[in-house]
C-alpha cells in the first residue's frame, strides 16, 4: 500500500503534517477521517523530489485545450448541471444527459472520463480532478466542499455565476479596445498604402533633386525606391517582425513583464489593480461560502490572480498558516483595499467573512466602467493624435519637395 506525506487541516488543531498508508490519494481523506477539503497537499513517499516536475506537467495540462480545439465549456458545465440537479436527477443520469447533448468529440471525451470513473465508486470531486485539461482546481474544490452536504447544485450554480462575470468583465474590456485595435488597423493600412504605393510614384519623379531635398524627405525617397524595386521584400520583413512580434508576446515572461508595467502606469494601473482585487474577493468569498477553509482557498486562489500578486497571496497564504487573521494578512500583502479591509474585519467577527468579501468585491465592480471610460476618452484620442501626426508627417513630407520644386520653376 502506497504511503504519503500530506498537510492536512483539522478545525481543533490547525495545520499539521502527517504520513498515512492509503490505497489511493483519493481515499486519504476517508483514512483520516476528514472532509476532503481539509486536505492541503499531497505528496507520496519517494516522490517529494519530483513534485516540482509533476506540478509544472500538470499546469502545462490544464493549459491546453481539448484535443487542441476550443477550451472545455466550464461555465456552461456548471449552469447545465446545477439545473439538472435541482430538477431531482440523479447526478450520473445529469452528467449522462449532457454528454448526449454535447457535439465537440473532445469535450464528450472529457466527460466520460468523468462517469467512468463516478462509476467505479469516485466522488464527483475526485474525478474531476481526474481531468485537469478541463476542470481547474477551483471548481473542484468547490465540488469537494459541496458534495456530501447536499449544497452541490448551488455551488454549481454560483460557481457559473462567478464564471459569467468573470467573462462579462473581460467582454466589456475587449470591446474597449475593439476601437483602438481598429484605429491602429486602419492608420497602419494607411500609412504602409502610401509608403508602399504612394510615395514609390513620387520618388521617381523627386530624385532628380538630389541633395536640395530635406533629409526627412530623402529618407523616405529611398525608402519609396527600395519599396518600389523590392516590395516582396519589404512585406515579409514587415510580416517576419510581425511574427516576432506575437511569438514574443506568448511568452510567459514578456506577458507578465508587460502587465507589471501597465501596473504602473498613471491612470490606468490603479484601476487594474482593483479589478484584479475584486476577482480575487470574488474567488475567495465562493470558496470560503462553500465551506473550503480560509489557508486552502488562498492556496487555491493563486493560480487565479493575476501573476503579478501570485507572490503576495502566497505570502498572504503563509501568514495564515502561521496564525494570523485573514484581513491582517492581506493588509500586510497590500490585497486590502480600505473598503475591503474594513469589510473583511467587519466580518470576521460576526462570522461573515464569506459575504463581506463578496460585497467588497461588487464594490469595487464600478470600477470595470471608469476604466472603460477611461480608455474611450483618453486612450482613443490619444491614439488618433499619433495616427494623425505620423500619416500628416509623411504627406507633409511627401509634398515638401514638390513646393520646393515650384519654387525653382518660378
Sequence with gaps: ?????????????????????????HSLAAVLGVAPQYVLDVQERGTVSA???????????????????????????????????????????????LREKEANASVREALSGVIERIEQGQPLSAAMRAQPQAFDELV?????????????????????????????LRARLIAACVYPVMLLSVGGAVIMFLLLFVLPRFAGILDGLGGDLPWASLVLIRFGTTAGAHPGVVLGGMGLILFAGVA??????????????????????????VLALARLYRSLAMLLASGVPVLASLRIVHDVVAAPWRPAVAAAAAQVENGERL???????????????????????????????????????EEAAR????????????????????IGGIVVLMYLPIFQLVEQVQ
Aim: hydrophobic content about 50%.
Design 248 to 273: 514574443i508576446w506568448r511568452h510567459p515572461a514578456v506577458r507578465e513583464r508587460v502587465q507589471a508595467a501597465l501596473w504602473t502606469l498613471p491612470g490606468l494601473g490603479p484601476r487594474l489593480r
Design 51 to 97: 513534485s516540482s516536475s509533476s506540478a509544472a506537467s500538470l499546469a502545462g495540462e490544464r493549459r491546453t485545450v481539448l484535443g487542441r480545439g476550443k477550451a472545455f465549456p466550464l461555465q456552461l458545465f456548471s449552469q447545465e448541471l446545477a439545473v439538472l440537479l435541482d430538477a431531482g436527477i440523479a447526478l450520473l443520469e445529469g452528467l449522462s444527459t
Design 327 to 365: 484581513s491582517e494578512a492581506l493588509d500586510a500583502q497590500d490585497l486590502a483595499t480600505p473598503v475591503a479591509r474594513r469589510m473583511v474585519r467587519v466580518g470576521e467577527r460576526s462570522g461573515e467573512v464569506a459575504a463581506m468579501l463578496e460585497r467588497a468585491a461588487a464594490f469595487h465592480d
Design 371 to 390: 476604466l472603460t471610460e477611461l480608455l474611450t476618452r483618453a486612450i482613443n484620442p490619444a491614439l488618433m493624435l499619433i495616427m494623425g501626426v505620423l
Design 1 to 25: 500500500m502506497p504511503s504519503y506525506l500530506i498537510r492536512v487541516f483539522h478545525p481543533g488543531a490547525g495545520v499539521t503534517t502527517q504520513c498515512v498508508e492509503a490505497p489511493d490519494r
Design 140 to 168: 473542484c474544490a468547490i465540488v469537494a466542499a459541496n458534495e456530501r452536504t447536499g449544497q452541490l447544485s448551488a455551488a454549481l450554480a454560483q460557481h457559473a455565476k462567478y464564471l459569467a462575470w468573470v467573462e462579462g
